[in-house]
């Protein structure tokens, strides 16, 4: 009896938590890939959107995979730490794929900006000194 309320619970708690993670990424995340594809806003909603379906295949899929290892409870203790351990598993699962995200947005901007980025000025070219800025030093 408590190995299934315990799962039933295990997947609520999982699936709610996932769910609220990816809308508040996503919410969040759409200004800096509007910002990283340079003010193209269909081309980051549509980045955006494909990041959230995966977001949600990996992330119910681990708790689905994770549903079937572990110890089965026996009584209420039992049922409590089980489904501690799997939402304890679920959310560093979910914080891991956060960061994974954050170092592929913050690679994906930089190559952005060094792309848009100016060349610098070659060294045998300089910028002569205006003489009266020069007298008033």
């Not at 309320?5 to 769910?19: D, E, G, K, R």
């Not at 089980?82 to 794929?97: D, E, P």
């Amino acid at each position: 009896m408590y190995t299934v309320q315990a799962y039933l619970a295990y997947l609520f708690i999982s699936v709610t938590v996932t769910v609220w993670v990816a809308r508040t990424l996503a919410r969040n995340g759409r200004v800096f890939l509007i910002d990283t594809f340079h003010q193209n806003v269909e081309v980051a909603d549509a980045v955006n959107n494909l990041l959230v379906v995966g977001f949600y295949l990996l992330n119910v899929g681990y708790v689905a995979l994770a549903l079937k290892y572990g110890d089965r409870p026996v009584d209420l203790a039992g049922a409590i730490e089980t489904i501690s351990t799997k939402v304890g598993c679920v959310l560093l699962f979910l914080g891991a794929m956060h960061f994974f995200n954050l170092y592929v947005f913050a690679r994906m901007r930089r190559r952005a900006l060094l792309k848009n980025q100016k060349p610098p000025v070659r060294a045998e070219q300089f910028i002569t000194p205006d003489p009266a800025v020069v007298a008033l030093d």
